[in-house]
Nanobody, 124 residues
Framework: QVQLVESGGGLVQAGGSLRLSCTASGLTFADLNVGWFRQAPGKEREGVAVTNVYGTTTYADSVKGRFSISRDNAKNIQFLQMNSLKPEDTAMYYC??????????????????WGQGTQVTVSS
């Protein structure tokens, strides 16, 4: 079982950037498919981006060209770089993981481990 902890959220103006981090204990990200999801108040959870152990990444249409996933294997940290933020990006952001398989859908129910979330607020 892997434990996940997100950090890096905060308040930023529209057009700004944030980098979220997800640290893992119990397993290494090299062995995990990882996803980033978000949920705004009153809305359903939404997939943001996922990446599998081979580095194949899928982004939601709403964030393509603005968000990107990266990984620091030495520190066992996953990052979600968020640029050109918009007020509609405001949400609680969650990191999720599952032991490896090549198939890695942008679907929350696929993932078995979740972090506690970090709040991102984008002001207009």
């Amino acid at each position: 079982q892997v434990q996940l902890v997100e950090s890096g959220g905060g308040l930023v103006q529209a057009g700004g950037s944030l980098r979220l981090s997800c640290t893992a204990s119990g397993l290494t990200f090299a062995d995990l498919n990882v996803g980033w999801f978000r949920q705004a108040p009153g809305k359903e959870r939404e997939g943001v981006a996922v990446t599998n152990v081979y580095g194949t990444t899928t982004y939601a249409d709403s964030v393509k060209g603005r968000f990107s996933i990266s990984r620091d294997n030495a520190k066992n940290i996953q990052f979600l770089q968020m640029n050109s933020l918009k007020p509609e990006d405001t949400a609680m952001y969650y990191c999720a993981a599952r032991t490896s398989a090549s198939w890695c859908p942008l679907v929350g129910s696929y993932f078995t481990s979740w972090g506690q979330g970090t709040q991102v607020t984008v002001s207009s």
